[in-house]
């Protein structure tokens, strides 16, 4: 270990810094404010931390861990979507009296879970960081102990998981069993090397034990069941977290594995990614169609997400890393509106997550109808809005490439989905049933930080889906 | 000069302010800047006026381009506004008696629910009747013609909370739309044949390219005839305008008076070239004219309601003015329509003041003795009536409307049929005028009087009645001081309308023949209608009811057009093109509902889930 | 380390061995069930044949404090496995390996003292704790 590689390991070593700072904080003097504060000051830092390890990048950090652009962009990623979640964290812990600072600690741990993710160059890091991302949401879901069912949602998580990570281990072990390497760049050589055709039987096996733990994390069908029981039942703050960023960084993670194999080489896995995108977009968009509770709802169409995504990763080849990073950063950014909306919008007993929650919100709450709208309007993919620029990349790339059945299923099924996002528009812009029969439920006071952080994201989708060509060249001169 | 899109601007300015700020905005200053915004357009259209005559601008037009508003595919549409001495009168008439109308609507509207709503609509009016003149191309054109649909609509259906009134305007829209379409049709054929939309060219090429006669300018010109029909109230699309009366009555004397029905009489003028290839599309036009004229008169003779009996006067009144325009008489029509518009203005505005002053009363057999109660109303409209009666040598409306009849028989293309119809609806006009005006004013009073008008709606009254009485000196005949100054002005970019060989000598005869058919007309009222007249003679009830019916062409459309059509839509209710979609919903709720079924909560059933997940991997990888 | 077998070791021997191992221990388990003596009595089926008779249910509600006691030993004893394999190594891994022993162990340290602080290791229940407190503000 030199210094370089210390300060290419800057924000993770900042990361557990402040997550035992917090812990000490915590220890000596509860403080909800402090806690968030020391949070976001250890976020800030390691964000601040990035620009400064470029110049080192990339640099192997021991075996374990790769300091590239690829990285760094996705720990920027990771960092900032933390930090927007804290934010909605304490507004919507703070009416929650009881003991809200651990939820900051499990966060930072969270997070330095999904930053390891993205940096991992070998199986063991992957778990590693995939242990201490789930580990920390386990407690993160069931945080709000009082509701059973964000216990339920814990336990669901916790005994499914567990199981993906058996297959996890599984799956490498019989990796190792055939290749005796658990690098992924010996692994991709290893790969490249073996005859086309019919590859070992176990080699194949180990990779795909290894999708299903990957499958289960984004919630690629058939391993998406887990996906609206937990984000019905874990605390709004924290449905966003598992919905950007343990994502996220599993989808990087996915980027990472299988952008250098040449993918149709394997047929097996090829028409398995193909199955499982195809089958996400179809169940996702239909299982939400006629769903009435709003947080299942994000949940059934992030399942169809992660199929675009999937499908853009079968479809780009070489570009795959731009599209789908195109495509993430969109969907965190207004996935994140979203819940955040939900976040404010709930009582201390919980959730406003039903479309009777919403209805008339725009008569008394005009902005955040509007933040919802844009965000909800991106997710659909409507032009104007960043989620049309993703989309159309998607389907672009799929059109280049001629890959004629997963283009169809996508459009047929966001043509299918654009049916539920509407219903949520419409149901915040008609006036309430029971308007003047029942006192409408006190709105809590909008604080000065979710507004700005909830305006930023909405600028922030209709910036990118106005001019995204900035955005696009600097991940083409990162990734590409 | 380079001023000119303000005009349109302000209007639209206001209509902007009045809509955002809408109920936030005290009650005084939404007037103000209602009224405010068409006085600054009056202005600067004055300004303009005497900028254009100081200085005659090369080829009489001045064109203002603002910017390119598509560029595809060869089609080439600009914002760009034209003024020559046509659009300038038109401007004025817009906005002069526009702003008079504003000013009269404070008082008018003054107790309305919907004052903020009423001037925005009003402004935005304005806004797209000076697009629709100014207008450089066809398109820009149509968007202001739309435009002023829209808010004919809007204004006519402004009392919403009577389903009548809805109706009214729905009739309206409907009604023109008929027209619209044609137009909009006509122009594709334009641009299809030509390759161009901006008139002056469009009139250029079709003169180069189709003969005069050719099917192609006689297509084109018809069509554009069809929307000029619909627009003006002209047979066949008359209709609409007496249901319009529905509206407040300031609307109907700024748009169902002065300006937007006159747009069809403005579109045929301002494309004259292509008129002038189709000399049956001007004889169409002509015998709609003249037809129309004698219809519309009919009904208004016997109408009870004082509002229709204006309604079915400016058809009437349009309908001399197409009768001008098809004979070729185009400075005549032109400026029947100037002299139309202050006179007519007038009278619905002393309606106005009459039903204001009468609470809502409109029915003429309700209302009498209001000479004595209302006297400047009274003698202002007396002006206004007896400028639309035509009343001999005082009056702006015997000017305007014996140039017509002259022409309807001294032009080339005129003849005694047309002059003689065009003289026995000047007969009509002046009967049915004096009849509206003895049983509204004289005789014993049947309805007290609450509000008598005040300052802002009396002035508007005497600007009005002072220029129907004298905007007539403008333009006097050979025999009486030979004025030419609105058609030498005017035939800077219209043509003049010649004479039939041999025809000048009888001039002097044929307009006394005129003034004795205006004369004759209002004596007969005075017999008929006045409260000391002995005769009373009575039509047959049967015809009075067709006519008061508008010749029962309502009904005839009825049975025509509207119950075939609903037939046809209600056979076709569950529209069999929508079983493909509704099969593709019925089809996405059944997957949704085989899917649902799987999340049932179940911890064990998910974790079977992902244990099939990663047999089906495993399958896959033995079995490929 | 390459995964190519022997080619020429013979599988059957193991199989044969798995099935002779099958085999004899269903042989002695069927066999102790047709030659073993067999008595009924009346406290041939409880447990403890010899003891008291259990009372109740077996499925009673435990302090949580168990389980939070427990868990705390399996980390604390499992983190110390670490330092075994650290100790075991300590020369050769040098001063590197002290200070990121040190750092290991400060972490811990750090955890004890969060969970001291947050009254995990505290037996009472809160209904005492808040009594005990109440009890110190009147003095």
């Known amino acids: 270990m030199h210094r370089p590689d210390f300060i290419a390991l800057a924000p993770l070593l900042i ?10 904080a915590i220890a000596l003097r509860r403080n909800h404010l402090s806690a968030m504060g020391l949070s976001l000051t250890g976020l800030g830092a390691a964000l601040t931390a990035l620009p400064l390890m470029a110049r080192y990048t990339p640099r192997t950090v021991t075996p374990l861990l790769i300091m590239d652009h690829f990285a760094l962009f996705y720990t920027g990623l990771i960092l900032a979507a933390t930090a927007v979640v804290i934010v909605l964290s304490y507004d919507y812990f703070s009416q929650k009296d009881d003991l809200p600072e651990e939820a900051y600690l499990l966060l930072l741990l969270a997070a330095l879970g999904a930053v390891i993710l993205v940096c991992a160059r070998h199986v063991a890091a992957l778990f590693l960081g995939l242990e201490i991302l789930s580990v920390s949401l386990y407690a993160l879901i069931a ?11 814990g336990i669901k998580y916790l005994v499914l998981a567990a199981v993906s990570a058996a297959f996890l281990l599984f799956g490498a072990a019989l990796i190792y069993a055939h290749t005796g390497a658990l690098d992924f760049q010996q692994l991709g050589a290893l790969l490249k090397a073996e005859p086309s055709g019919r590859p070992a039987l176990i080699l194949l096996a180990g990779l795909g034990f290894l999708v299903v733990a990957v499958g289960f994390k984004l919630a690629l069908t058939p391993f998406h069941m887990w996906t609206p029981d937990i984000y019905q039942g874990a605390p709004a703050p924290v449905t966003a977290f598992v919905a950007t960023v343990s994502k996220g960084a599993m989808a990087a993670l996915l980027v990472r594995l299988f952008t250098p194999t040449d993918l149709p080489h394997w047929p097996a896995l090829y028409l398995f990614f193909t199955a499982m995108a195809a089958a996400s977009m179809a169940a996702g968009n239909l299982l939400a169609l006629l769903q009435t509770n709003v947080k299942r709802l994000l949940a059934y169409s992030s399942i169809a997400h992660m199929g675009y995504l999937l499908a853009a990763l079968l479809f780009s080849g070489q570009k795959a890393a731009v599209v789908m990073t195109f495509y993430l950063t969109v969907y965190v950014v207004s996935i994140l509106g979203c819940f955040g909306i939900i976040a404010i919008l709930s009582s201390k007993e919980r959730d406003a997550d039903t479309c009777q929650d919403l209805q008339g919100l725009f008569f008394r709450r005009p902005l955040l109808t509007g933040v919802f709208t844009t965000m909800l309007l991106s997710l659909a993919g409507i032009p104007l809005t960043a989620g049309f620029i993703g989309k159309f990349y998607v389907v672009s790339a799929g059109v280049e490439n001629a890959h004629w059945f997963l283009v169809i299923i996508l459009v047929v099924f966001s043509g299918v989905g654009l049916f539920y996002y509407l219903r949520v528009i419409i149901a915040m812009f008609s006036p309430s049933l029971d308007e003047g029969l029942v006192p409408s439920p006190a709105l809590p006071a909008l604080s000065a930080p979710v507004v700005l952080t909830l305006t930023f994201l909405s600028t922030l989708v209709l910036w990118l889906g106005v001019w995204p060509s900035w955005f696009l060249a600097t991940l083409e001169k990162m990734l590409g | 000069m380079e001023l000119l899109w303000l005009i349109p601007a302000w209007p639209l300015l206001g209509f902007l302010i009045l809509t955002c700020l809408a109920a936030r905005l005290p009650r005084i200053m939404a007037g103000s800047v209602g009224v405010g915004s068409v006085g600054a357009a009056a202005l600067t259209a004055l300004l303009m006026a005497w900028d254009f005559l100081k200085h005659q601008p090369g080829r009489n037009a001045f064109t203002q381009h603002l910017w390119t508003w598509l560029d595809v595919a060869g089609l080439h549409l600009e914002i760009a506004f034209y003024l020559d001495a046509l659009t300038l009168v038109m401007i004025i008439v817009i906005t002069g008696v526009g702003f008079f109308i504003h000013l009269y609507s404070l008082g008018y509207m003054a107790h309305d629910q919907g004052y903020t709503r009423f001037f925005a609509y009003m402004n935005l009016f304005v806004a797209a009747m000076l697009v629709l003149v100014l207008a450089d191309n066809l398109p820009l054109l149509y968007l202001g013609w739309e435009g002023v649909g829209l808010c004919s609509y809007l204004l006519i259906g402004f009392w919403y909370t009577d389903p009548a009134n809805g109706y009214a305007a729905r009739k309206a829209f409907v009604v023109t739309r008929v027209g619209d379409t044609a137009m909009a049709v006509g122009l594709f054929v334009l641009y299809n044949q030509l390759g161009t939309l901006q ?39 008359q209709t609409w305008l007496p ?3 529905a509206g407040p009555t300031p609307v109907s004397a700024l748009i169902h008076a002065a300006t937007m029905v006159t747009a069809g009489v403005y579109l045929i003028a301002r494309t004259h070239g292509l008129f002038l290839l189709a000399p049956t599309a001007l004889t169409i036009t002509a015998v709609i004219g003249a037809a129309t004229l004698l219809l519309a008169g009919f009904s208004a003779l016997v109408q009870q309601d004082i509002k229709r009996v204006l309604a079915y006067s400016t058809i009437s009144q349009l309908g001399y003015m197409f009768l001008a325009l098809g004979v070729g008489a185009w400075s005549a ?35 009498g003795g209001l000479k004595q109660k209302l006297p400047l109303t009274f003698w202002t409209f007396l002006a206004g009536a007896a400028s639309l009666a035509a009343l001999p040598l005082v009056t702006a409306g015997f000017y305007s409307k014996d140039l017509i009849i002259w022409q309807a028989f001294a032009s080339p293309r005129g003849g005694l049929g047309f002059w003689f119809m065009a003289v026995a609806g000047a007969l009509l006009t002046a009967l049915y005028t004096f009849r509206m005006v003895l049983l509204t004013f004289t005789g014993p009073a049947r309805t007290p009087v609450h509000h008598p008008p005040g300052l802002v709606m009396r002035l508007p009254l005497l600007v009005l009645a002072f220029l129907s009485l004298t905007a007539g000196f403008l333009e006097t005949p050979h025999s009486l001081g030979h004025m030419r100054v609105f058609s030498g002005w005017l035939h800077t970019c219209l043509p003049e309308a010649g004479l039939a060989a041999g025809r000048e000598a009888y001039e002097i005869l044929f307009e006394l023949l005129a003034g004795l058919a205006a004369l004759c007309g209002i004596f007969g009222a005075l017999r008929l209608y006045h409260p000391l007249a002995k005769s009373r003679y009575s039509l047959p009830e049967s015809l009075r009811q067709y006519w008061i019916k508008g010749w029962g062409f309502d009904s005839l459309y009825d049975r025509l057009v509207v119950r075939p059509y609903i037939h046809l839509a209600q056979f076709n209710k569950n529209d069999f093109l929508d079983l493909f979609f509704v099969f593709l919903a019925w089809l996405a709720k059944t997957g949704h509902q085989t899917l649902a079924a799987t999340q049932n909560g179940r911890l064990r059933s998910y974790a079977w889930g992902l244990g099939l997940g990663a047999a089906a991997i495993a399958a896959m990888v033995v079995l490929l | 380390m390459t995964a190519q077998p022997p080619v020429d070791t013979p599988l059957w021997p193991l199989v044969l061995y798995c099935a002779i191992v099958m085999i004899l221990a269903a042989f002695i388990v069927i066999l102790s069930a047709f030659l073993g003596q067999r008595h009924r009595e009346r406290t041939t089926n409880e447990p403890y044949e010899s003891g008291i ?4 249910s077996a499925r009673i509600r435990f302090d949580i404090k168990f389980y939070l006691s427990a868990m705390f030993f399996v980390l604390f004893d499992l983190e110390a496995v670490f330092i075994f394999a650290w100790a075991d190594a300590a020369r050769p891994l040098g001063w590197t390996g002290y200070i990121e022993i040190l750092i290991f162990i400060a972490v811990l340290l750090l955890a004890l003292f969060y969970l001291w602080r947050v009254g995990a290791l505290d037996w009472r229940v809160e209904k005492h704790r808040r009594s005990k407190r109440q009890v110190t503000k009147v003095n």
């Open chain 2, 243 to 245: 249901d319009a009366m």
């Open chain 3, 53 to 56: 008779a259990p009372t109740g």
């Open chain 2, 333 to 367: 029509a032109i400026f029947h329509l100037f002299t139309h518009a202050f006179f007519k203005a007038l009278l619905f505005l002393g309606a106005g003041a009459v039903i204001h002053a009468l609470g809502g009363e409109q029915d003429m057999s309700r209302m």
């Open chain 1, 143 to 153: 945080y709000t102990r009082d509701r059973n069912i964000s216990i339920e949602a």
């Open chain 1, 15 to 24: 990361l557990a810094l402040s997550a035992a700072a917090v812990m000490l």
């Open chain 2, 199 to 237: 008139i002056q060219e469009v009139m250029q090429r079709a003169a180069a390219a189709w003969p005069a006669g050719s099917t192609m300018a006689l297509l084109t010109a018809l069509l554009l005839l069809g929307g000029a029909v619909g627009k003006s109230a002209q047979l066949p699309l």
